[in-house]
T-cell receptor, first 112, second 112 residues
Framework: TQLLEQSPQFLSIQEGENLTVYCNSS?????LQWYRQEPGEGPVLLVT?????EVKKLKRLTFQFGDARKDSSLHITAAQPGDTGLYLC????????????FGQGTILTVHP | EAGVTQSPTHLIKTRGQQATLRCSPI?????VYWYQQALGLGLQFLLW???????NRGNFPPRFSGRQFPNYSSELNVNALELEDSALYLC???????????FGPGTRLTVT
């Protein structure tokens, strides 16, 4: 069974601070996706990383895929209250086609 | 472009009854996925349909079933409802199985 361990589970910070969320596994993933979910809504896709060592930037968000494609990180610079939400990493392996394995999520709260 | 749509938004059923949830994918997407998001358990993969066929199934009992119609919309049926089936059921679609999955807003199922 493939597992994705996401940390921290909860993050409460002040506006303007930086933060990093980690997603780790002992398994290799062919791709890894990051989603953001707000209460009562479905997850919204932020980014997909597919190449080991890949770094993608989306405004103040930086996503990195580990060289061995077993881990990923999401770094937010100068967090804003609008960044508040549940952040989820999800990996797709080459062995269980079509299935995304999700981490447990990180609940981020950014206080003004 | 319209996103993934799901109906109903909320569904309240009694233990032992059957529930039917519906999903319409993004136009042009042929793959539809179902996930269960129960409190404290994260998102768990349920089913994947592509071109009208069930392609992959998660670790759920057979009372969870579904189908995909010729227009690529999908139904999820849950028979003999149990209290622990209470969850947010999310549908996602993708252009092909190896591409990103886009989620709908979900159906909140409550079993009393």
């Amino acid at each position: 069974t493939q597992l994705l361990e996401q940390s921290p589970q909860f993050l409460s910070i002040q506006e303007g601070e930086n933060l990093t969320v980690y997603c780790n596994s002992s398994s290799v993933f062919s791709s890894l996706q990051w989603y953001r979910q707000e209460p009562g809504e479905g997850p919204v896709l932020l980014v997909t990383v597919v190449t080991g060592g890949e770094v993608k930037k989306l405004k103040r968000l930086t996503f990195q895929f580990g060289d061995a494609r077993k881990d990923s990180s999401l770094h937010i610079t100068a967090a804003q209250p609008g960044d508040t939400g549940l952040y989820l990493c999800a990996g797709e392996s080459g062995t269980s086609y079509g299935k995304l394995t999700f981490g447990q999520g990180t609940i981020l709260t950014v206080h003004p | 472009e319209a996103g993934v749509t799901q109906s109903p938004t909320h569904l309240i059923k009694t233990r032992g009854q059957q529930a039917t949830l519906r999903c319409s994918p993004i136009s042009g997407h042929t793959s539809v996925y179902w996930y269960q998001q129960a409190l404290g358990l994260g998102l768990q993969f349920l089913l994947w349909y592509d071109e009208g066929e069930e392609r992959n199934r998660g670790n759920f009992p057979p009372r969870f079933s579904g189908r995909q119609f010729p227009n690529y919309s999908s139904e999820l049926n849950v028979n003999a409802l149990e209290l622990e089936d209470s969850a947010l059921y999310l549908c996602a679609s993708s252009l092909s199985p190896i591409l990103e999955q886009y989620f709908g807003p979900g159906t909140r199922l409550t079993v009393t």
